[in-house]
């Protein structure tokens, strides 16, 4: 059975780290595609800076788009907000279960708070959770590192975010080599982040 690397986020915009990770989850691990699950805009919050939904979908569409082994979900778009992510998994299972397996991709930051998601303890028995390094090095705060379903990868450590790229295009700078050539156009061309 082919598996597949759930890799969240909202995606505001995409950038080249995203994809580094990704590529590398894909090509380094027994992950056979990698999905970028586009987190929608919450009904609840009204953060400005968070692009529309559709087009953070299109810019990791565009971003994408020559890799076959890296796609897109909207699966999160149409479920009731906030959501949490053991109910996109059962979602997923429900519509892919006989022809996939999943798993997580997330970076070692968000293992040290993994506890306090909703129903941790069967995401953690049920899915492998593949971890990409952060700068801070401060994965063995978490008491899952050991765990079985925790794989841990040399994925390069890539220190750039999104925060960063709209404040800097914001300001007039150039974030351009920041941003697959695709992503840079589309945001371009729509005047985003300005």
């Known amino acids: 059975m082919k598996k597949a690397g759930l890799f969240f986020g909202t995606f505001n915009p995409i950038h080249i780290g995203h994809l580094v990770?990704?590529?590398h989850m894909v090509e380094f691990t027994e992950l056979d595609e990698v999905w970028f699950v586009v987190t929608p805009k919450s009904p609840f919050k009204s953060k400005q800076t968070l692009l529309d939904n559709n087009h953070r979908y299109q810019m990791v569409f565009e971003a994408i788009r020559e890799y076959p082994k890296l796609k897109v979900s909207t699966?999160?778009?149409?479920?009731p907000q906030p959501n949490y992510t053991i109910h996109t998994l059962v979602k997923l299972e429900e519509k892919y279960g006989s022809e996939l397996g999943f798993a997580l991709i997330?970076?070692?930051?968000?293992?040290?708070h993994f506890h306090k998601w909703k129903n941790y303890e069967m995401i953690l028995?049920?899915?492998?959770?593949?971890i990409y390094p952060r700068v801070s090095g401060?994965?063995?705060?978490s008491g899952?590192?050991?765990h079985n379903n925790?794989?841990?990868t040399q994925a390069p450590i890539m220190e750039i975010s999104s925060t960063f790229i709209r404040k800097q295009h914001h300001e007039g700078k150039n974030i351009r080599p920041m941003l697959?050539?695709?992503?840079?156009?589309?945001?371009?061309?729509?005047?985003?982040?300005?």
């Not at 401060?138 to 705060?141: D, G, I, N, S």
């Open 21 to 23: 990770i990704a590529n």
């Open 75 to 79: 699966i999160e778009f149409d479920m």
């Open 106 to 112: 997330m970076g070692a930051d968000n293992l040290i």
């Open 125 to 130: 028995e049920n899915y492998g959770i593949f």
């Open 138 to 141: 401060e994965l063995q705060k």
């Open 144 to 146: 899952l590192i050991s």
């Open 150 to 152: 925790i794989h841990l």
């Open 180 to 194: 697959p050539e695709a992503v840079w156009k589309y945001l371009d061309e729509m005047n985003f982040y300005r």
